[in-house]
């Protein structure tokens, strides 16, 4: 059974007021992987944990053999780098549930073409 609410905010460290440099991505753009997933994940659900740390732009979910990945666009370098800061290694769920591992910043906008 899907537990009623998807750990976001609360759970979560807040972010700093100002944002370091030091650790500002260097593209707006984070591609993330989903570890140990019990719970089939919706973009609602990622919109909900991701969107804590500024506005989302754009999203796609994608899942093959098993491996979900998730592509997040923020509106800036800056607040992408701030939630790959907060983001990198947080659970949706209790128990592990659901890891979000952000394996890297990927340069450009998401663009999907469609076959």
């Known amino acids: ?12 460290a807040a972010p ?8 500002a991505a260097t593209s707006n753009v984070l591609q993330c992987m989903l ?11 990622l919109h909900t944990v991701f969107s804590t740390y500024g ?13 979900w990945q998730a592509m997040v666009q923020y509106s800036d370098d800056a607040t ?9 290694g947080h659970t949706m769920y ?9 394996a890297a910043e990927v340069w450009g906008m998401i663009d999907l073409g469609y076959c």
């Open 1 to 12: 059974m899907l537990p009623s609410t998807v750990a976001a905010a609360s759970t979560v």
């Open 16 to 23: 700093a007021a100002a944002v370091d440099s030091s650790s």
């Open 35 to 45: 570890e140990n997933v019990a719970y089939s994940p919706s973009l609602k659900d």
């Open 55 to 67: 506005h989302v732009q754009k999203m796609t979910l994608l899942e093959k053999s098993g491996t």
């Open 80 to 88: 992408a780098g701030v939630a790959k800061q907060y983001l990198n």
């Open 94 to 102: 209790p128990g592990g549930k659901n890891k979000v591992g952000i």
